[in-house]
């Protein structure tokens, strides 16, 4: 199987992720659709290192995951704080550092 | 001790004494001050008498230290004690101890007593300084410090708005005087490649032709410095408006000694205007013209210090024209009589005013002779001397002055029938002071003190009659006249002494013991030689005598005899007494000349360049470029997350694309 179609789905996923992070306002969601982007980018990766025939894009996929994973946590804590402070779920409101 | 070490204890005496003075103010009491400070100028004048002793033919140099010393360059901190310097220093400190020791009682009361003879003593320190300078550093140092304490003294009441006006017009006047000096050493450096005395004058024998164009630049920019200090046309205007200052600062700074500095500065580079003789006759004709146009003034204002400010001015002016016809002798015979003569008389216009409680115009004195015999007596004695009265000191030095003038022959003849005719305006100047403050009616003042005690009026300006109080920075609350205070008793008679008998010291034919003892200082003169006969120097002073008593006469006619004279000749001379009254206009034509003209610029340069141009344009402009600048970038940071991830998206899209297109 060619190398183009796991490239065109992961295209996909990548761009739904990022369709979602634009769009959407709930910041749980945002987070939600950067997994998708984040686990596009390693559909590539596993994808391109199957078509080298190497382990290196694998290796990376596997850090790309660990990173995903402290980024869910961070995320997830930032999204509990906003609850514990009664602020509204919304990512639009948050716009303190407007210059 | 050496000459050169008496030379040194004459300026440390003044500086000691302004330091414990100056540092002491606190804790010194009552008139302890003054008495330090007039004791460090004794010690001053003995040390001078000192040298005097010490001195042989030749000039004593010594330096102390050396600023630079490099190939073509030497200036050194040196003295010079040779019989020229000598002379000035025992002129200044005698006279200046005279006066410190007339200050002690003339101050007391004031309460910035200890403050004045600090400041009294950093003049003698700085004037002392400028005549024992071995060059032109040492000597420009000295002349900008005796400039700086001229206008310390003159504003040393600096809560009197008119006083320190007079200061800055004073200051900036002897600046111009400076810059003229600075630049004409800066001349005969770099023609001469010296900057101590001997080696310019002999540098200056080598460098220049006679009248040679720079040479002549040099010594005219000399007189610029000169006649800035000496009150010469048309510099002179700052002196009549120093007489804000303290009666004793008039009678040391204004008439006895700085401003004597311009005659000095002329006969110590005498070598110069010999080889510079177009430059000599410049000095010569403004002296002249300063001298008449002085004498002129004097006889119409109505100010007592003023008068005698002017006639400083005319008298200053024989000693430059005698100074520049080669007639160093005589200028600084007159330069010494004058400084005794000039300071009794300011001293006497103290104890009048002192009498006045604080009132200086003439119209408003008259017969203070029985309240005041004692300053009467000084007062016409010291009026004697300056109207050449004979056998007075000041018919010696005078009309030996205009008989050198009159033996150079040709158009210098015409020099002195001018020096003659103003002698007869300065001897009716003179008496018209006597008569109008001791003659005549005793004016309630005058009554009041036949009665026993000192006037007492409201402390006001007496300029302008703004009133005032008598906290710091204004006159005290005390008046002194002399005839209560023995130390000014002391001076004014010791003064008075020296008034009569100045003038043994240049009897014609008698005694020259001035000029033969100033030989060794001119002798390189080439006008050594060119005295007039004993006969010729007798006959001008048979004149001088004449026209003395003739405008002692006159004055008494007018102002005694026939009162009224003065009132109808005002009346039928009104435009000329108007002319003669406003001073000849010089302070209006300065005003047209430079001072509106300035201050137009000045205002043009703060509207225009200054609001317009610089804050407006590079300063406003600069800022606006920032802000726009920021402007823009704070429009970027909306804080709206998802805008900053569609920026990154299409960056990161963008850059893709590019290496899309790169690699295909």
């Known amino acids: 199987m060619p190398v183009a179609w796991f490239l065109v789905l992961s295209a996909f996923i990548f761009s739904i992720g990022a369709a979602g992070v634009m769009t959407r306002r709930n910041p749980l969601v945002i987070l939600l659709c950067l997994e998708l982007m984040l686990n596009a980018g390693n559909l590539a990766l596993v994808a391109f290192a199957r078509m080298h025939g190497g382990e290196a894009g694998q290796v990376f996929a596997l850090i790309v995951m660990v990173i995903a994973a402290c980024e869910v946590v961070i995320g997830l804590g930032i999204i509990v704080a906003m609850y514990r402070n009664q602020l509204p779920i919304d990512v639009d409101e948050m716009s303190e550092l407007r210059g | 001790m050496s000459a050169t070490s008496y030379g040194w204890l004459i300026l440390v005496f003044p500086a000691v004494g302004m330091l414990v003075v100056s540092l002491g103010w606190r804790v010194l009491p009552g008139r302890t001050a003054g008495w330090i400070a007039s004791a460090a100028i004794l010690g001053s004048f003995l040390a001078a008498l000192g040298a005097l002793g010490q001195l ?338 000041g018919f010696f030095s005078k009309d030996e002055i205009l008989a050198f003038t009159i033996n150079r022959g040709g158009g210098y003849v015409v020099l002195a029938v001018f020096g003659y005719l103003a002698a007869g305006l300065t001897a009716f100047y003179a008496f018209r002071m006597v008569f109008r403050t001791f003659w005549g009616e005793p004016v309630p003042e005058a009554r009041e003190l036949e009665g026993g005690h000192v006037a007492h009026g409201e402390p006001v300006n007496p300029l302008t009659g703004e009133p005032e109080d008598t906290d710091v920075g204004f006159p005290g609350p005390e008046h002194h006249v002399a005839e209560r205070s023995w130390p000014m008793k002391a001076a004014m008679g010791t003064l008075a002494v020296l008034a009569v008998i100045g003038g043994v010291v240049g009897i014609p034919g008698v005694t020259d013991t001035l000029e033969h003892f100033l030989e060794p200082t001119f002798e390189d003169s080439r006008y050594i030689d060119a005295v007039p006969t004993e006969e010729a120097e007798l006959l001008g002073l048979g004149v001088g005598g004449v026209i003395g008593i003739l405008g002692i006469a006159a004055a008494f006619g007018v102002y005694v005899r026939r009162p009224g004279t003065a009132a109808r000749v005002r009346e039928r001379f009104a435009g000329v007494h108007r002319f003669l009254v406003n001073k000849w206009y010089f302070d209006e034509l300065f005003d047209a000349l430079f001072v509106r003209p300035f201050a137009a610029a000045g205002g043009f340069g703060r509207r225009v360049i200054e609001t317009d141009f610089v804050q407006g344009a590079i300063v406003g402009g600069a800022t606006g470029l920032v802000r726009a600048g920021t402007s823009f970038a704070r429009a970027i940071q909306t804080g709206y997350v998802r805008a900053y991830a569609l920026l990154l998206l299409i960056g990161m899209g963008g850059l893709g694309l590019y290496f899309l297109i790169a690699a295909s």
């Open chain 2, 56 to 393: 042989d033919e030749r000039a004593h140099v010594d330096s102390a230290w050396t600023y630079v010393a490099t190939a073509d360059l030497r200036a050194d901190l040196a003295i010079l004690v040779d019989p020229l310097s000598v002379f000035m220093c025992l002129v200044v400190s005698g006279v200046s101890f005279l006066i410190h020791v007339y200050s002690v009682a003339y101050m007391g009361g004031d309460h910035g007593y200890a403050r004045y003879f600090a400041y009294l003593n950093y003049f003698v320190f700085s004037m002392l300084l400028l005549v024992l300078a071995a060059n032109f550093v040492l000597l420009i140092v000295g002349w900008a410090f005796v400039g700086a304490a001229s206008y310390l003294l003159i504003s040393f009441w600096y809560r009197r708005a008119t006083a320190t006006h007079a200061g800055i017009k004073a200051f900036v006047i002897n600046v111009i005087g400076d810059v003229g000096l600075v630049v004409a050493a800066f001349l005969l450096l770099s023609e001469t490649g010296a900057l101590d005395y001997a080696g310019v004058f002999a540098g200056a024998e080598e460098a220049f032709a006679r009248n040679d164009g720079t040479l002549v630049a040099a010594c005219l920019l000399i007189l610029v410095g000169a006649f800035a200090k000496s009150a010469q046309l048309p510099l002179h205007t700052w002196l009549p408006d120093a007489m804000e200052g303290p009666t004793p600062v008039s009678a040391l700074i204004h008439a006895a000694t700085m401003v004597t500095a311009g005659v000095y500065l002329i006969a110590r580079t005498h070598p110069l205007f010999e080889l510079a003789p177009t430059a000599a006759d410049v000095s010569a004709i403004i002296g002249t013209a300063t001298l008449v146009f002085a004498a002129t003034v004097a006889v119409t204002v109505t100010d007592l210090k003023r008068v005698i400010a002017y006639s400083t001015i005319s008298q200053i002016g024989y000693m430059v024209l005698g100074v520049s016809v080669a007639a160093y002798g005589a200028g600084l015979f007159h330069l010494m009589t004058h400084a005794f003569f000039k300071a009794l008389l300011f001293m006497g216009a103290g104890s009048v005013i002192g009498a006045m409680a604080g009132i200086q115009d003439l119209d408003r004195m008259g017969g203070f002779r029985r309240a005041m015999p004692f300053t009467y007596v000084t007062f016409v004695v010291g009026a004697l001397a300056l109207s050449g009265f004979p056998l007075m000191s």
